[in-house]
T-cell receptor, first 114, second 108 residues
Framework: DGGITQSPKYLFRKEGQNVTLSCEQNLNHDAMYWYRQDPGQGLRLIYYSQIVNDFQKGDIAEGYSVSREKKESFPLTVTSAQKNPTAFYLC?????????????FGEGSRLTVL | EDQVTQSPEALRLQEGESSSLNCSYTVSGLRGLFWYRQDPGKGPEFLFTLYSAGEEKEKERLKATLTKKESFLHITAPKPEDSATYLCAVQVEYKLSFGAGTTVTVRA
């Protein structure tokens, strides 16, 4: 079945450590996104990529980094520079262009900083 | 700054009790308005796209409508399985701005 796979589902990190969240899609979508979800707030865009080897900062990119070396993969690294990393992280993809708003989401990764 | 506001924050319904959720927005250059459903601990699932005022979309017990300043998601005769958080989002250029969502609980 086509879809988006995020791993790990749960992750615990000590302060000062970098962690990488995996996101893989087999939908043959061009565009991929990372969102952060906090209680009582809307999803906030961290980074997005419309094509391989290219990505742009979203609204809250500070303390995060990404890469897009393959069409299928868009990993997110949460660095020690991110002041408040505990959150639910969602990866999504879309066909791009006019269908940009029709996103397919993964199941999410919940990061907790100890 | 683009803003998306959803109301109410939470809605408790009896099974069969119809109601509506509101999504108001202040954006320039709206390219589309989107509704998603999110179950606890899961990623959102796409429901509808609306592009222009007056447009309506339906899916089972859900109906979405759009005006120039807001969108409504009507839930007709809801069932317990309709319990979820409903998110709306507006697209400007290539970005989506999401509201905080309305959490709907339907009691049998």
């Amino acid at each position: 079945d086509g879809g988006i796979t995020q791993s790990p589902k749960y992750l615990f990190r000590k302060e000062g450590q970098n962690v990488t969240l995996s996101c893989e899609q087999n939908l043959n979508h061009d565009a991929m996104y990372w969102y952060r979800q906090d209680p009582g707030q809307g999803l906030r865009l961290i980074y997005y990529s419309q094509i391989v080897n290219d990505f742009q900062k979203g609204d809250i990119a500070e303390g995060y980094s990404v890469s897009r070396e393959k069409k299928e993969s868009f990993p997110l690294t949460v660095t020690s520079a991110q002041k408040n990393p505990t959150a639910f992280y969602l990866c999504a993809s879309s066909q791009g262009d006019r269908n940009t708003g029709e996103l397919f989401f993964g199941e999410g990764s919940r990061l907790t900083v100890l | 700054e683009d803003q998306v506001t959803q109301s109410p924050e939470a809605l408790r319904l009896q099974e069969g009790e119809s109601s509506s959720l509101n999504c108001s927005y202040t954006v320039s250059g709206l390219r589309g308005l989107f509704w998603y459903r999110q179950d606890p601990g899961k990623g959102p699932e796409f429901l509808f796209t609306l592009y222009s005022a007056g447009e309506e979309k339906e899916k089972e017990r859900l109906k979405a409508t759009l005006t120039k300043k807001e969108s409504f998601l009507h839930i007709t005769a809801p069932k317990p399985e309709d319990s979820a958080t409903y998110l709306c989002a507006v697209q400007v250029e290539y970005k989506l701005s999401f509201g905080a969502g309305t959490t709907v609980t339907v009691r049998a």
